[in-house]
């Protein structure tokens, strides 16, 4: 069975630049997470949906960022305009409803 | 507020020998204790999970130990193999969200 799957796997891009990250889950999953994980740290939420409904957006930055998963099966995630700061390894994740969590291998953003 | 933390950023263990990675958490109503795995350049990957209502959970090669009398979770890691080396990190879960302490990087020397 396949893993949950992230594109691109590395990204680099100037500042102010728009970005998108993409994801598709594991097949039967109806929760996806997007995290943001810094260097030497453990991931932070960002996002959950449920299906393809965000049920817990609260530390996602809503003047730049922004997500979506019409269908309730792929995702994306994306950053517009990209600052210096957001420079990180951006994950996915899905789970069944209280199942534990799958993650990508995720997108590494450098923003120069 | 809730959070999880680790005692020691960096473990080094001989191969052979058994690893134990320590974690604190600090928010009494979470229902799941979980350990990840996280290789360079990869995302982090399940080891083993444990309910708040126990105390002892074993896996292969691999065995949690939660103490919530003083809020600590441990892993201990059976003989030890280069394959292990990677950062681990504790988490908790409350109600779907998950949250993840800072990482303990376990360095395997042959």
């Known amino acids: 069975e396949a893993g949950v799957v992230q594109s691109p796997r590395y990204k680099i891009i100037e500042k102010k630049q728009p970005v998108a990250f993409w994801c598709n889950p594991i097949s039967g999953h109806n929760t996806l997470y997007w995290y943001l994980q810094n260097l030497g740290q453990g991931p932070e939420l960002l996002i959950r949906?449920?299906?393809?409904?965000?049920?817990?957006d609260s530390q996602l930055p809503k003047d730049r960022f922004s997500a979506e998963r019409l269908k309730g099966v792929d995702s994306t995630l994306k950053i517009q305009p990209a600052e210096l700061g957001d420079s990180a390894v951006y994950l996915c994740?899905?789970?069944?409803?209280?199942?534990?969590?799958?993650f990508g291998p995720g997108t590494r953003l450098t923003v120069l | 507020g809730e959070s999880v933390g680790l005692h020691l950023p960096t473990l080094s263990v001989q191969e052979g020998d058994n690893s134990i990675i320590n974690c604190a958490y600090s928010?009494?109503?979470?229902?799941?204790f979980i350990w990840y795995k996280q290789e360079s350049g990869k995302g982090p990957q399940f080891i083993i999970d444990?309910?708040?209502?126990?105390d002892k959970r074993q896996g292969q090669r691999v065995t949690v130990l939660l103490n919530k009398t003083v809020k600590h979770l441990s892993l201990q890691i059976a003989a030890t193999q280069p394959g292990d080396s990677a950062v681990y990190f504790c988490?908790?879960?409350?109600?779907?969200?998950?949250?993840f302490g800072i990482g303990t990087k376990l360095q395997v020397i042959p």
């Open positions: 988490a908790e879960r409350w109600y779907q969200k998950v949250t």
């Open positions: 949906y449920e299906n393809e409904e965000a049920v817990d």
């Open positions: 994740a899905s789970s069944t409803t209280s199942g534990t969590q799958y």
């Open positions: 444990i309910r708040s209502n126990m």
């Open positions: 928010n009494s109503a979470s229902d799941y």
